[in-house]
């Protein structure tokens, strides 16, 4: 059975960084994309990042609404994905989800295992 655990969120003030984690169990991320999705308060769940690789090669892509403020990056001999967050926004706070499937899509539904959520909270 395949889990997914996030941490790393919490409270920080506008402008501040945070890194999230996705640890897995029960599958090896090599071969398979890893993303993270965001769902704020009354909004819908949208697309923030995802990543994939062959050996040393890997790819990715990052939602336009955090591109040159967020990176996406992993650790093979962990077996954990991360989200560095930087120059954090008011409109950044959310649930961040940590989510693994075949390959990279901004589509929810393209994945198969999702974790609990982290809470990620920016003040002004």
């Known amino acids: 059975q395949v889990q997914l655990v996030e941490s790393g969120g919490g409270l920080v003030q506008a402008g501040g960084s945070l890194r999230l984690s996705c640890a897995a169990s029960?599958?090896?991320?090599?071969?398979?994309?890893v993303g993270w999705f965001r769902q704020a308060p009354g909004k819908e769940r949208e697309f923030v990042a995802a990543?994939?690789?062959?050996?040393?090669?890997?790819?990715?892509n990052v939602a336009d609404s955090v591109k040159g403020r967020f990176t996406i990056s992993r650790d093979n001999a962990k077996n954990t994905v991360y989200l560095q967050m930087n120059s954090l926004k008011p409109e950044d706070t959310a649930v961040y989800y940590c989510v693994t499937g075949p390959r990279r899509a901004t589509s929810w539904e393209e994945y198969d295992y999702w974790g609990q959520g982290t809470q990620v909270t920016v003040s002004s």
């Open positions: 029960g599958r090896t991320f090599s071969g398979y994309a």
């Open positions: 990543i994939s690789w062959s050996g040393s090669t890997s790819w990715s």
